[in-house]
């Protein structure tokens, strides 16, 4: 994060202490790479919705006591996460007995930035494209089955599917670019 | 414009991937590999309207961003009707959905101390589906639900082994569907079909969802009555008629969505059940309910998960949900 990437975050974790309603910018800015870092630990999406709900609603509830020292807020998430994660293990231990770790390497992190930027632009794409990705591929539906859903023809959806990853690869690579 | 056998291919490997087989043919393919390698980065890509509930629930109030799915609300396919069931033990009910019926969990939001389930949405085959637990001194509210679905014989067996109790077995029936029912253990109705008449709309009849709430009541017809003045409902097709006068069976239009209804009788009684419905105005339609012979529930609230929201019930103790996405 650059100097002025991180006064900006700054203020408005600042503001958000303040006024709560401001947690909004935040919770907007790191829903996806909450949700991912969950999800790599859990590998079960309902599970990593649950998991993601507690961490926004530790954080909200403890933002008070958020001090600025210099590491990034998604850091302190991530260390929500962590505990949450940990939390859920301990409570599920018969299933599964030992947590995963629960620190960041550096590849880790940018793992979860590619895909949480993925789901960001998912977010961004038009309205039929977003709806056949989200049917498709979070959903596991078969194409007659988004087509029976949205009332198009097989091949519309099929064609909206092509539209809609060529639009995700190319901003992915303007992103990076 | 991409070529129409690229396209076809990509689905083809798509489906590949969906099906856990992405190591195969699919990534040599190097026109796709590509995009493949998205489609399967895709599969873990958050619910959006998790992440508005999820905002809604954390600070009530925000309102801004619950526009986005407002663009498509009332989009063809939208479903401006959604039986509600309210239940004890939402959670092994969800469980019998995706047993008994291959549905598909959309959501799921706990209530504060995470026992209870708030709300779920679930998709029963091309149909939204919601639903949660009975909050601590309500009654639970389930319904009857037809439910079309392939191979109904085989659904059937399916329901029996996750612990549905046969009403009526596997029966051809004059109107054209193979029909069978049963009743869960939290005491929802199920007359489950395939539409065999018709084999270009099978496995549904033309005009229906897979899943449609059926309402039975005693006196049908003010029911259906009620439904046209309250809600602009509008029979679909004549109603058939019973030899003792009353509505055997009928099937009203409101909005994209339909349902049914009919005078209630032997083992087929009423259950008053919920029922989410979508409108343009949730503010006028209330109104109009009222002047209907409905009684208030809630008048017009702005709910926190982005709705303006009102409930009223008619005058045979059905909830309606009446929202408009804001």
């Known amino acids: 994060m650059n100097r002025r990437n991180e006064s900006d975050e700054r203020l408005r974790i600042e503001a958000a202490q303040k006024d709560p309603s401001r947690f909004a910018e935040l919770y907007e800015e790191h829903f996806e790479r909450v949700y991912v870092f969950v999800l790599r630990r859990v590998s079960d999406r309902h599970v990593a919705q649950d998991l993601t709900a507690d961490v926004f609603h530790q954080a909200l509830a403890n933002l008070k006591r958020f001090e600025w020292r210099g590491a990034p807020f998604a850091a302190w998430l991530y260390r929500i996460a962590a505990n949450e994660i940990a939390d859920h293990f301990h409570r599920t231990s018969r299933e599964r007995p030992a947590a995963p770790p629960s620190d960041v390497s550096n590849g880790e992190m940018a793992a979860v930035e590619q895909r949480a930027l993925l789901f960001r632009l998912v977010d961004r794409l038009p309205a039929d494209q977003r709806r056949v990705v989200v049917m498709r591929f979070g959903e596991g539906r078969s194409i007659r089955e988004v087509a029976q859903q949205l009332e198009r023809s097989e091949g519309a959806v099929k064609q909206l599917q092509w539209r809609a990853l060529q639009t995700l690869r190319a901003e992915l690579g303007q992103e990076h670019g | 414009m991409a070529e129409p056998n690229v396209i076809e291919r990509l689905d083809a490997a798509i489906d590949a991937i969906l099906a856990g087989r992405q190591e195969g043919l699919a990534l040599r393919d190097p026109e796709l590999a590509a995009l493949l390698v998205i489609a399967a980065d895709l599969r873990d890509v958050p ?46 009910f969800i469980q019998f959905l995706k047993d008994a019926f291959g549905a598909i969990e959309n959501a799921r939001f706990k209530g504060p101390g995470g026992g209870k389930i708030m709300h779920a949405e679930m998709m029963v085959g091309n149909s939204k589906l919601e639903l949660g637990d009975a909050p601590a001194r309500v009654s639970p509210r389930p319904g009857a639900l037809h439910l079309y679905l392939d191979d109904i014989d085989a659904v059937y067996q399916r329901a029996l082994r996750a612990g549905a109790t046969s009403l009526m077995g596997p029966t051809d029936q004059f109107y054209g569907d193979r029909e069978a029912a049963l009743r869960d253990r939290w005491g929802n109705s199920w007359y489950i079909a395939t539409h065999l008449a018709d084999p270009s709309t099978k496995p549904f009849r033309k005009g229906f969802r897979s899943l449609t709430p059926y309402l039975h009541a005693r006196g049908a017809d003010r029911l259906m009555r009620f439904l046209k003045e309250a809600f602009g409902a509008q029979a679909v097709e004549e109603p058939t008629v019973s030899a003792q006068g009353t509505i055997a069976h009928a099937v009203l239009q409101i909005g994209d969505s339909v349902i049914e209804l009919g005078e209630a009788h032997g083992q087929w009684q009423a259950i008053p059940m919920g029922i989410h419905l979508f409108v343009d105005d949730t503010d006028a339609v209330y109104e109009r309910a009222l002047r209907a012979g409905g009684k208030s529930v809630r008048p017009p609230t702005d709910m926190p998960y982005g709705e303006r929201g009102a409930t009223v019930a008619d005058p045979f103790d059905n909830q309606w949900f009446i929202g408009t996405p804001r």
Request: without cysteine; glycine residues 6%; aromatic residues 6%.
């Open chain 2, 47 to 92: 619910d959006p309207q998790f992440k508005q509930r999820l905002k809604a629930d954390l600070l009530p109030g925000t309102k801004e961003e619950m526009m986005s799915t407002t663009e498509s609300r009332l989009e063809p396919g939208f479903q401006t009707i959604r039986a509600y069931l309210v239940l004890d033990g939402a959670s092994d």
